[in-house]
């Protein structure tokens, strides 16, 4: 059982050197196949193998130490510190990629139309290119494209978001309260609410490919795109996730009114993600 005072060291795991081994595996893999061998795929999904069943390991062995006792205040506090830490990186992982279309669009773009610094390259390279927003580029890569409409599903699926939000705090509030079935109802339907988020985002991706040509190739609207929409849908993904192994852990007792950290853990991921997504919103679909 843990002291008060006395901070719990575990002792020596192999899940970090096996963790390494997956993750060297991993990006190994990839690189080779990027680079056209495509049978080092099959290493690349080995290791991710190795990381899945690093994760399962390590957080089951971090589950048991907590439900048998051996926490006290002072690993809380470092439990806290690093969430906070760890929602700090994704902010500035986030922030890079918003950077990077503020760039793109109100400097890079003004530029090729001749504004600013822009003047000669504009006169000179590409003097018919008109400064607007979207744009494919000076070279029209990818051909013509349509944009998509901000008022039907990325507006649905910020309601969806939003209503998460809200299910995940009364679920929250249902775990002080000792409230086991509103809990795990609520809980659930946060799990429901990021599923149909996901189900409508694989919708809308079919939608831009077939109809309005809009991909990757389009030019920088297309790779900023589906680069901060794709990865915002990969944290919604591994939130949904997180937030069905809380739930299991809800509907065995894991947590009680006081000690509940790996709920609120998850808790602050899922309401970062929603204030990612308005953010993403607002800049990519509605201005």
Known sequence: MAQQGAYYVPHGSRWPIVGSIGLFTTVFGAAHWINGNDGWRWVMFAGIAVLLVMMFGWFGTVIRESIGGMYNRQVDTSFRMGMIWFIFSEVMFFGAFFGALFYA???????????????LTHDVLWSSFTAAWPTNGPQGIGGAFETMAPWGIPLLNTLLLLSSGVTITIAHH?????????????????VLLGATFLFFQAHEYIEAYTHLNLTLQSGIYGSTFFMLTGFHGLH???G?????????RCAKGHFDKEHHFGFEAVAWYWHFVDVVWLGLFMFVYVL
């Open 240 to 248: 949904a996730i997180m937030l069905t192994v809380i739930w299991f």
């Open 236 to 238: 919604v993904t591994l």
């Open 174 to 190: 249902a775990l002080k309260a000792g409230q086991r079935k509103k809990l795990l109802a609520f809980l659930a339907a946060t």
């Open 105 to 119: 669009r109100s400097l890079s773009v003004p530029w090729l139309g001749g504004e600013g610094h822009g003047a």
